[in-house]
């Protein structure tokens, strides 16, 4: 069994930052990306920010200067530093990982999601 366990949302004025940590365990061989996504109500779920596990990292347009990722891949966790925080950045934040697990299956998973809500 694979969990992912994020942490850090909250509520937060526009300019503001909040960081984003997010856990992954359970019978994990490789973790090849981990990332974060983002759903605001209403909307698809979209692509935030990503990190390979060569160091490669991948931003959503609407958050380059502001938001930064951060992997540890010895303990299997991603970090998310949103700087700047603007009221369109208010959603849902998902945790996201495409591992292989130690019976080889390949699969991406996802944590239960944590609000971040940025009042202006």
């Known amino acids: 069994q694979v969990r992912l366990v994020e942490s850090g949302g909250g509520l937060v004025q526009a300019g503001g930052s909040l960081r984003l940590s997010c856990a992954a365990s359970?019978?994990?061989?490789?973790?090849?990306?981990m990332g974060w996504y983002r759903q605001a109500p209403g909307k698809q779920r979209e692509l935030v920010a990503a990190?390979?596990?060569?160091?490669?990292?991948n931003y959503a347009d609407s958050v380059k200067g502001r938001f930064t990722i951060s992997r540890d891949n010895a303990k299997n966790t991603v970090s998310l530093q949103m700087n700047t925080l603007k009221p369109e950045d208010t959603a849902v934040y998902y945790c996201?990982?495409?591992?292989?697990?130690?019976?080889?299956?390949?699969?991406?998973?996802w944590g239960q999601g944590t609000q971040v809500t940025v009042s202006s």
């Open positions: 996201n990982a495409d591992l292989i697990r130690l019976s080889l299956y390949r699969g991406d998973y």
């Open positions: 359970g019978s994990i061989l490789k973790i090849n990306a």
């Open positions: 990190a390979t596990s060569g160091g490669s990292t």
